[in-house]
């Protein structure tokens, strides 16, 4: 993944974003409703890195990203966390 | 996306012997049959399988193991028929009761995780309306896997399918079923989302396994993808909808958000109270009070609300208290409900009470199938002819088990029973030595149809606005306490709805992952749910089970113990009768239900 700031801060890919966009409908409406309220919010302006972390944080089962987004669990990939940290306030 | 009408030769085909629609519980119980069974199948889902809606359930899965204290399958077959208000068939339900057991074992063989005893044994657990010695004492029932049932299930089935070799087709959306001039099902009509390509599916056996609808209600404890797909692809099919007036409310949804409040917060000592701070359910439930099943919780929810006593500015909920309780026990007996009251409610449970609303829950009705899981319609003198190629099995198939009311914990083992028996039928066919029935030149015509005019529309009315019309309809006018003039104007107002529906259009028009174009397809699909319940329950001039009419407050067993068919071509009803002869044990004729 990127870590330099011209690359972290690059506006998103349309395309990706657009997957990422069906990827936030789950099994779970408490992770539907809290994805939909951050992606309403905040999708436009998303950064490319920003989309990467959703992606793989959309990877995780239903049952461990509610616990995330909940607070219950602590992300373990530190890459996430600003990211959990938003979707927590959403 | 540029193809003509009328000419299915330009789109792509790919064959197999199965095809299931649906990543469900019930799909991948069915695939994993079939896969096994060494046929070639493609099982199609929108989203990936482990989130399927199947992922949300929690409870458990009811069988009579008989581990925590004697059970019988006639115990639970006596409370799933009690359950449904007499509605439900009764040799399906024989069936289902009988075979349980059966298909947990089966399940705990595949690897699922089960809550054990300390000999080693399944553990079960309380829930309401499971009873030993029909309907003497209560029994515990239901196997689970901590709050986890369903995601367990989901993930057990997951790898023995890809262990079995089933072929996955991930983020593919059916659009429409395909039937020859027999009416024989020869496949579907799909979208890949990735690239927005429209292909053929073509399977010697058709299964759908799309899940249920509850999204076409403004309060619903089901996530964004249950749009009724299957419901609305059948129906345009020409194949009716059964008993779709039928809607399990949950008494405790959070106001505004719909997310489930489990009934473990009353069983803890939870209490509902309307605006006068009053514990309303003892004068509705002096015994059971706030424990009672769920349909009497939310009607005497709905009653306080329609007289007045709702709380909030608006008066249109009641509140869920729970401080009482202590923070030690909320926290620790009660996961998750202190996050999921911060989260959707704005309340910190532990000082406050949750807002709370009767919210749809689980769809009775859907497609009429048998046993095998073998569509069926009318046909000459035929109640239930088979229709060639076509199976449903899960919360969008009516087999009939639920009747007019679910029994917690039946719908997990409703998946596991009727998908396996659904499979287990397919494989008796020997379809890998079977030609594929040709495919009619108009195959696809519909479908295109439909995606040309999403294509072209330059203005029209926004796809969010009409499904938000839809719900709110359908909330006012069909919820938990029904009247005739209540429904009348529903069925007007869900028909103005459907005209809106044909004029929608969407901004964006690119291919790749178009989530406005999937919603807008997804909204014909729940148009036509809408339409099969409210009409189907504007006819019904009884209550019954989940179907409550303050004008009709009685169960007419004379006039109304029948299925109801909503064929959507004409908006027309037909009914059929309900099995009322289980195949090896004495019928259990309707009496009244009390608990
Ligand atoms: C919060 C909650 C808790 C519950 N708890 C319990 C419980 O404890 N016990 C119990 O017995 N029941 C419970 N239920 C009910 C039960 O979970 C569901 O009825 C059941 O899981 C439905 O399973 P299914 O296989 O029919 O469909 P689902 O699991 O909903 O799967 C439907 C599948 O169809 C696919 N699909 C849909 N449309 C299309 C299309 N057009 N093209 C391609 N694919 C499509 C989806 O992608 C998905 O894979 C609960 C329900 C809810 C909402």
Redesign the interface.
Known sequence: MPTDDSTASAPHD??RF??L???C??????????L?RFLDARGEAMTEDEVAALDRLLDL???EL?DL????ADPADASVRPLVASLRAA | MSHGVGDVGKLPVRKFDALVVGAGGSGMRASLQLAEAGLSVAVLT??FP???????AQGGIGASLGNMSEDHWLWHMYDTIKGSDWLGDQDAIEYMCRTAPEVVYELEHFGMPFDRNADGSIYQRPFGGHSANFGEKPVQRACAAAD?TG?AML?TLYQRNVRARTQFFV?WMALDLIRDADGTVLGVVALE??TGAVMILQAKATMFATGGAGRIFAA??????NTGDGLGMAARAGIPLEDMEFWQFHPTGVHG????ITEGVRGEGGILLNCNGERFMERYAPNLKDLASRDVVSRSMDQEIKEGRGCGPNKDHVMLKLDHLGPDVILKRL??IR??AL??ANVDCIKEPIPVVPTIHYQMGGIPTNVHGQVVAPSGDDPAAVVGGFYAVGECSCVSVHGANRLGTNSLVDLLVFGRSAGNHVVGLALPGKAHRPLPKDAADRTLARLARLDSATSGESVADVAAALRTTMQAHCGVFRNQELLSEGVRQVMEVEQRVQRTAIGDK?T????AR?EALELDNMIETAKATVVSAEARRESRGAQARSDYPDRDDVTWLKHTLWYRDGNRLDYKPVNLKPASVEAFPPKTRTY
């Open positions: 349309d395309r657009a997957r966009r069906w990827r409908r789950r099994g779970m409406l408490e992770n539907d409703l809290i939909t089962s239903d049952n509610w987004l909940s607070g219950r | 929108k989203v482990t989130r399927s809606h199947t992922v949300a986890r995601h993930h983020e989302m990735e619903s404890t089901n996530a964004f993808i958000a719909g997310v489930l996961p998750s996050e999921i989260k959707f690119s790749t992952f178009n989530t999937v």
